[in-house]
């Protein structure tokens, strides 16, 4: 069983940044699959950014690379995501996913097995 908390979001302004975390509880961390997702009223839950467990392989929707950085530090039992160039369609509560499934990679909600309970992220323009 694993529990995730974000943490990190809040109001920025277009072209800003903002670094949101996920820690995480359990002894096992560095063996989960963690995944950012977002979402916005009325659509569906939208893959962000992946990352593998220990080597660290990460993957990222298009509409964020080069702007976003997902990574993680397996002492802490936390992943963050380094969010730059923030655009006003970034706006979305966003969450922290996890999955023990092999890495390959997992790039839909349902392919997770635990949730965080989100953050808000809000970029004005």
């Known amino acids: 069983q694993v529990q995730l908390v974000e943490s990190g979001g809040g109001l920025v302004q277009a072209g800003g940044s903002l670094r949101l975390s996920c820690a995480a509880s359990g002894r096992t961390f560095s063996s989960y699959v963690m995944g950012w997702f977002r979402q916005t009223p009325g659509k569906e839950r939208e893959f962000v950014a992946a990352?593998?467990?220990?080597?660290?392989?990460?993957y990222y929707t298009d509409s964020v690379k080069g702007r976003f950085t997902i990574s993680r530090d397996n002492d802490k039992n936390t992943v963050y995501l380094q969010m730059n160039s923030l655009k006003p369609e970034d706006t979305a509560v966003y969450y922290c996913?996890?999955?023990?499934?092999?890495?390959?990679?997992?790039?839909?909600?349902?392919?997770?097995?635990?949730w965080g309970q989100g953050t808000q992220v809000t970029v004005s323009s």
């Open positions: 990352i593998s467990y220990k080597i660290g392989n990460t």
């Open positions: 996913a996890a999955t023990g499934s092999p890495w390959y990679p997992q790039v839909t909600a349902s392919e997770y097995d635990y």
